[in-house]
């Protein structure tokens, strides 16, 4: 069983930073394929962002791309998503995800194959 704790919302103003981190239980952190979602009343859940089991691999939604950055501290069992340049439509509760992976460079975009989820931060860009 895998715990996921997310922290590091709150209320910014546009153009501003903030760094989300997401810490997990267990001693298997590094097996775990990580992701982050977002999502806002009425919506599905977004891809944000994901990480390979190493950390050597990331990937981007669009709509993030060159302003966030995803990394990872497996002797942490730690990630982070570094965000800059926020914008009003960032505004959303973000989830943090684990997905059981064998292969250390895999990772995926989609909800469906991450197993274990975070209770999610809020996130608030004013204009």
């Known amino acids: 069983q895998v715990q996921l704790v997310e922290s590091g919302g709150g209320l910014v103003q546009a153009g501003g930073s903030l760094r989300l981190s997401c810490a997990s239980s267990?001693?298997?952190?590094?097996?775990?394929?990580m992701g982050w979602f977002r999502q806002t009343p009425g919506k599905e859940r977004e891809f944000v962002a994901a990480i390979s089991r190493s950390g050597g691999r990331t990937y981007y939604s669009d709509s993030v791309k060159g302003r966030f950055t995803f990394s990872r501290d497996n002797a942490k069992n730690t990630v982070y998503l570094q965000m800059n340049s926020l914008k009003p439509e960032d505004t959303a509760v973000y989830y943090c995800?684990?997905?059981?992976?064998?292969?250390?460079?895999?990772?995926?975009?989609?909800?469906?194959?991450?197993?274990?989820w975070g209770q999610g931060t809020q996130v608030t860009v004013s204009s």
């Open positions: 267990g001693r298997t952190f590094s097996r775990y394929a």
């Open positions: 995800a684990a997905d059981r992976v064998y292969d250390s460079d895999s990772y995926t975009d989609t909800a469906g194959p991450y197993e274990y």
